[in-house]
């Protein structure tokens, strides 16, 4: 015998249906991918900023070492500071705020004057002029060269090195020496081993 349901009760259960189904929601995720500079000087003080998704709430960056602290300022700004006893070395950086704590990024403290490049440096006409021993923190794009240019002394041994593997980064650099009249002295490539270094002692001033 077949019996018709009440519309009434079609109604109830469809009710009871909706609200024992499970409202599921996806909150939003902080994820840091970049902060420039990735370092500074010991016993300094830079302002960094932050890249990434949901970054939105971050107000406080979290390091793994007490000597390195951060004062949120406008956006996704920050001001960090190192403390002059810190070690050289590299540290792990959170994004933190509302939707929780990043997965870490590597953040570097030097020894050595830290410089932010700005302006177009994209041909040795327009090479940004440096005096050493310095650290120089700077983005490019693909394929993109920029040129720098400094003193050397007869005898005196340089180290050249672009920090890219070292502090996450996907760059794949190339390293070119020049002399003064452009002749190629020395070259050197990213690696399965590291990033790329180049160990050269001037022939001449």
């Known amino acids: 015998m077949l019996m018709r349901t009440p519309a009434s009760f079609r109604q109830l259960l469809a009710a009871m249906a909706c609200v024992a189904s499970p409202v599921m929601g996806q909150l939003p995720t902080t994820r840091?991918?970049?902060?420039?500079?990735?370092?500074?000087?010991?016993?300094?003080?830079?302002?960094?900023?932050?890249?990434?998704?949901?970054?939105?709430?971050?107000?406080?960056?979290?390091?793994s070492d007490a000597g390195l602290s951060a004062v949120h300022g406008e956006g996704l700004n920050f001001k960090v500071t190192a403390s002059a006893g810190i070690q050289p070395g590299l540290y792990e950086v959170r994004a933190a705020g509302r939707y929780g704590i990043s997965a870490s990024r590597l953040f570097a403290v030097g020894t050595l004057p830290e410089l932010l490049e700005s302006g177009p440096h994209d041909s040795p006409e327009k090479a940004l002029l440096l005096t050493l021993p310095i650290t120089v923190n700077g983005t490019?794009?693909?394929?993109?060269?920029?040129?720098?240019?400094?003193?050397?002394?007869?005898?005196?041994?340089?180290?050249?090195?672009?920090?890219?593997?070292?502090?996450?980064?996907?760059?794949?650099?190339?390293?070119?020496?020049?002399?003064?009249a452009g002749r190629e002295l020395h070259s050197a490539h990213?690696?399965?081993?590291?990033?790329?270094?180049?160990?050269?002692?001037?022939?001449?001033?």
């Open 32 to 63: 840091l991918d970049a902060v420039f500079p990735p370092g500074l000087q010991a016993g300094s003080e830079t302002t960094v900023a932050l890249t990434g998704l949901d970054l939105a709430e971050v107000d406080r960056l979290v390091f």
């Open 140 to 180: 490019t794009g693909t394929d993109a060269a920029d040129y720098f240019r400094f003193a050397a002394s007869q005898g005196q041994r340089l180290l050249l090195s672009c920090a890219a593997e070292r502090i996450d980064s996907p760059l794949n650099a190339v390293l070119t020496l020049f002399d003064p």
């Open 190 to 205: 990213r690696t399965h081993s590291g990033d790329a270094i180049i160990d050269f002692t001037a022939p001449q001033d």
